[in-house]
């Protein structure tokens, strides 16, 4: 069974840190570009940070540029995205997306990513 999974999730203060992860069971996240997305209840979603699967080029939104890091371990089959400095504005549910259609993680809109994980909640409050 093909699978994402996210984890790592929680409540932080102001200013905290949070690694999310996202593994993939039954297939080779290496072969497909990597989306974060979040979402807050009765708001659009909103992409995150994307990672493309051929070279490993990275893109950030504007809100969490210069404050998250997304990276894949290959060994792992995993891909993380490191959350510093939060803010209250930062608390959504966040979601992991693996799309094969492209290798550029760029030209992807969010229905065209494959494989959705069922997503983590990340709370930053003090």
């Excluded at 409540?11 to 570009?33: E, I, M």
Aim: aromatic letters at 12%.
């Amino acid at each position: 069974q093909l699978q994402l999974v996210e984890s790592g999730g929680g409540l932080v203060q102001p200013g905290g840190s949070l690694r999310l992860s996202c593994a993939a069971s039954g297939f080779t996240l290496d072969l497909y570009a990597i989306g974060w997305f979040r979402q807050v209840p009765g708001k659009e979603r909103e992409g995150v940070s994307c990672i493309s699967s051929s070279d490993d080029v990275t893109y950030y939104a504007d809100s969490v540029k210069g404050r998250f890091t997304i990276s894949r371990d290959h060994a792992k089959n995993t891909v993380y995205l490191q959350m510093n400095s939060l803010n209250v504005e930062d608390t959504a549910n966040y979601y992991c997306a693996a799309g094969g259609l492209y290798y550029e993680c760029s030209r992807y809109a969010p229905h065209e990513y494959e494989y959705w994980g069922q997503g983590t909640q990340v709370t930053v409050s003090s």
